[in-house]
């Protein structure tokens, strides 16, 4: 099991650029999260999904559109970068009380 | 709502102590888990130890143990024989049985430094 797998791990953006951070899992899990973390703070949530089909969001959604066709996938996209986006991403997926979390993905729009 | 709050923001220890990092919490959910985990300077979020509220006892997994007390809302994560490794970011976090998404509500962590 590869677990939860992020990509790119580094990007850095141009303000008014768009661009997709992918997510996967490979332990048939239901529910995946996309969570940002700014310097010397806890995680955020920006959106979740509870299945293929399902997006909901979260506290921090604005900037941010996501969608779910498989199990599988969770991309977050990102419609106009803006500098205040500027953050570690993180993709989660989970079931009953394990949670697990990709490697990150650092973005810096300038 | 749920909130996590980790009152202390950065703590040495000295190699081979036992440290008590600090978490309160707040929430309205009969049921919910609390977690710990740890983030070294590498980046990357690893699972620690989880305590479900309705747990008899308190979790430990190896040199962790977590030291829950319902009735004042604390969950503080005990590691002991401390190690270099350990020096990391610790973030003390919640889930309601009633949470969205089955949504983490985070605190602001708890930098902790090993010394030799």
């Known amino acids: 099991n590869a677990g939860v797998t992020q990509t790119p791990k580094f990007q850095v953006l141009k303000t008014g650029q768009s661009m997709t951070l992918q997510c996967a899992q490979d332990m048939n899990h239901e529910y995946m999260s996309w969570y940002r973390q700014d310097p010397g703070m806890g995680l955020r949530l920006i959106h979740y999904s509870v299945g293929a089909g399902i997006t909901d969001q979260g506290e921090v959604p604005n900037g941010y559109n996501v969608s779910r066709s498989t199990t599988e996938d969770f991309p977050l996209r990102l419609l106009s970068a803006a500098p205040s986006q500027t953050s570690v991403y993180f993709c989660?997926?989970?079931?009953?009380?394990?949670?697990?979390f990709g490697p990150g993905t650092r973005l810096t729009v300038l | 709502a749920q909130k996590i709050t980790q009152t202390q923001p950065g703590m040495f220890v000295q190699e081979k102590e036992a440290v008590t990092l600090d978490c309160t919490y707040d929430t309205s959910d009969p049921s919910y888990g609390l977690f710990w985990y740890k983030q070294p300077s590498s980046g990357e979020m690893i699972f620690l130890i989880y305590?479900?509220?309705?747990?008899?006892q308190n979790a430990t997994e190896g040199r962790y143990s977590l030291n829950f007390q319902k009735a004042r809302k604390s969950a503080n994560l005990v590691i002991s024989a401390s190690q270099l490794g350990d020096s990391a970011m610790y973030f003390c976090a919640m889930r309601g049985r009633k949470a969205a998404g089955n949504k983490l509500t985070f605190g602001g962590g708890t930098r902790v430094l090993v010394k030799p």
């Open positions: 305590q479900g509220s309705y747990d008899q």
């Open positions: 989660a997926s989970n079931r009953d009380n394990e949670q697990f």
